[in-house]
Structure formats: structure tokens, C-alpha cells
């Protein structure tokens, strides 16, 4: 190779040898489960409706963000065909070989190489390659890690979703409990309320009575004050000497009549009221 082809050659960075080497790649690896760790706390933390959910789910998503961002710098792994040199490793010995041993291009035949050392090469490319295929299998990692993420991130949203309907649900159990208990009230008071009306009902009556009964004395008052009156006047005739008693009589009579008549009247307007109280409860109940 010229001096010319070898300055056009691309020299890998630092950091994508140090991403490529075994170091480089265990601390990826170890970031990714953090990352991945972080999430799913987040996740809980969002489902349990935890303080400093929105941060810490936030912090793991962006952490896995930037992990697969700097997963673009991963040098892809090389698959070298071993069985060409190596017949053993194919199935079964199926077909034929057209490289070249590693033994004839060294020079050395293949009796001189120990059967104990070729096992042991033999295994050393075998953890080798499984080595490779589990390094390989790092960004396939981080994808499903990142899927995970996003179920989980869907599934808090779910949760969430399913919490706010189960609440409001809540809520309209309980406006409808409290419904029913106003109702209930409103019954019970109005059952409470017909109770009162026949008590106040029954009262009237009872005062009506009396009031009857106070009308019959007041008549036969009159009728006996009407009757002395009578008596007085057939005396008068008979007698002069009697007329100032009867003057004085008389007086007594006018007297008692006016105070019979504000009698009436203070009762005709206590009948009144009566009356206006009973109005007053009839149109309460009706309303």
C-alpha cells in the first residue's frame, strides 16, 4: 500500500475506539440497565401517582435517548467464515473445502499440531464468537429496551386514563347518593308537614267550637239583659217611684251592650285572623 492510500484511510476517533473496546462497551451496556432501571421507576412512580414522577420518568427516557443516540458510533461486527479453516465447524462435515488450512499456509503439517492444543484452539474460537454474537446483541437490547419503555409509558397512561374515569365515576355515585338523600328528606319533612296540618287542623276546630260555644253564652246573656229590660219597663209603669233605678238601670244596660259590642268586635277580628293563619297554612301546604 502507497503512502498516498494510506493517508486516505479514515482514523476512527478516540471515542469510537474507546465505544468499540470491551471497556467502552460494559459501560454502554451498564448505562442502558440504568437508563432501562430509571424508566421503570418512573413508570411506577407515575402509576402509584408518586411525587417527582414526571422527573424521574423524564430523567430515564432522556438518559435511554442519549444512549441510543451515541449507539449510532458502534462499529458494526465483522462474521468471519471459520469453518474455512476450520472443517470440523460445519454441520455434519457437509461439502467441500477450498480454503486453505491455517496449518499448510504456516508450513506446519497437520500431524505436528497436538490434538489437546487444536480442542483447545477450537474452543477459544468458539467463545470467541459467542463473544461477538452477545455484543452483537447490545443494540438489539437497547431496542427492546426502549419498547419496553414505551409500553410502559402507555400502560401509566392507561392507568391514569382508567383512575380519572373511576373517579368521576366516584362522583357521580356519590351526587347520586346525595340525590336520594335529599329526596328522602324532602319526603320525610313533607310527611312531617301533613302531620302538622292535621295537628293545626284538629286546634282550629277545637277553637272553632269555643268559639261557638262563646257565641251561645253571649246570646243568652242578651236574651236575659233583653228580659230585664222588659221587666224594668212593665215597673216604670207601675211604678214612678222606681224610675231612677231604672234610669240607672237602663244606664248599665248601654253600657254593657258597648262593652258587649267591643267584645264582638275584638272577636269578630280574632276570627278574622283566625281565619287569615288558617289561608296562610292551607296555601303552604298547597305550595
Given at each position: 500500500m502507497s503512502k498516498n492510500q494510506a493517508a486516505t484511510i479514515k482514523q476512527p476517533s478516540k471515542f469510537a475506539i474507546w465505544y468499540n473496546s470491551n471497556v467502552g462497551q460494559r459501560t454502554v451496556a451498564a448505562f442502558y440497565s440504568v437508563g432501562a432501571s430509571i424508566v421503570i421507576i418512573g413508570a411506577l412512580f407515575k402509576i402509584m401517582h408518586w411525587p417527582m414522577a414526571g422527573t424521574i420518568l423524564t430523567l430515564g427516557m432522556v438518559t435511554e435517548a442519549v444512549l441510543f443516540f451515541i449507539g449510532v458510533f458502534e462499529k458494526p461486527h465483522k462474521n468471519y467464515h471459520w469453518e474455512n479453516v476450520y472443517p470440523s465447524l460445519l454441520i455434519n462435515n457437509e461439502g467441500p473445502?477450498?480454503?486453505?488450512?491455517?496449518?499448510?499456509?504456516?508450513?506446519?503439517?497437520?500431524?505436528?499440531?497436538?490434538?489437546?492444543?487444536?480442542?483447545?484452539?477450537?474452543?477459544?474460537?468458539?467463545?470467541?464468537?459467542?463473544?461477538?454474537?452477545?455484543?452483537?446483541?447490545?443494540?438489539?437490547?437497547?431496542?427492546?429496551?426502549?419498547?419496553?419503555?414505551?409500553?410502559?409509558?402507555?400502560?401509566?397512561?392507561?392507568?391514569?386514563?382508567?383512575?380519572?374515569?373511576?373517579?368521576?365515576?366516584?362522583?357521580?355515585?356519590?351526587?347520586?347518593?346525595?340525590?336520594?338523600?335529599?329526596?328522602?328528606?324532602?319526603?320525610?319533612?313533607?310527611?312531617?308537614?301533613?302531620?302538622?296540618?292535621?295537628?293545626?287542623?284538629?286546634?282550629?276546630?277545637?277553637?272553632?267550637?269555643?268559639?261557638?260555644?262563646?257565641?251561645?253564652?253571649?246570646?243568652?246573656?242578651?236574651?236575659?239583659?233583653?228580659?230585664?229590660?222588659?221587666?224594668?219597663?212593665?215597673?216604670?209603669?207601675?211604678?214612678?217611684?222606681?224610675?231612677?233605678?231604672?234610669?240607672?238601670?237602663?244606664?248599665?244596660?248601654?253600657?254593657?251592650?258597648?262593652a258587649y259590642r267591643h267584645q264582638t268586635e275584638k272577636l269578630a277580628k280574632q276570627v278574622s285572623d283566625l281565619n287569615n293563619v288558617y289561608g296562610n297554612m292551607l296555601n303552604a301546604i298547597r305550595s
Open positions: 473445502v477450498a480454503a486453505v488450512t491455517v496449518n499448510e499456509r504456516i508450513g506446519i503439517s497437520d500431524t505436528t499440531l497436538a490434538q489437546s492444543d487444536a480442542k483447545k484452539l477450537e474452543e477459544g474460537i468458539k467463545q470467541l464468537a459467542e463473544t461477538a454474537g452477545q455484543l452483537g446483541n447490545i443494540s438489539q437490547a437497547a431496542a427492546n429496551s426502549e419498547v419496553f419503555a414505551k409500553s410502559l409509558s402507555n400502560a401509566s397512561e392507561a392507568v391514569v386514563s382508567f383512575t380519572t374515569k373511576q373517579q368521576n365515576l366516584d362522583e357521580v355515585s356519590d351526587n347520586m347518593i346525595k340525590s336520594y338523600k335529599d329526596i328522602s328528606g324532602a319526603l320525610s319533612n313533607a310527611s312531617e308537614g301533613a302531620k302538622q296540618y292535621a295537628s293545626h287542623t284538629e286546634t282550629l276546630s277545637k277553637n272553632v267550637n269555643a268559639i261557638n260555644s262563646i257565641y251561645e253564652l253571649e246570646l243568652k246573656q242578651i236574651q236575659t239583659q233583653a228580659e230585664a229590660i222588659s221587666s224594668q219597663t212593665n215597673k216604670f209603669t207601675s211604678a214612678t217611684s222606681d224610675i231612677d233605678k231604672l234610669f240607672t238601670l237602663i244606664s248599665n244596660t248601654a253600657k254593657d251592650m258597648e
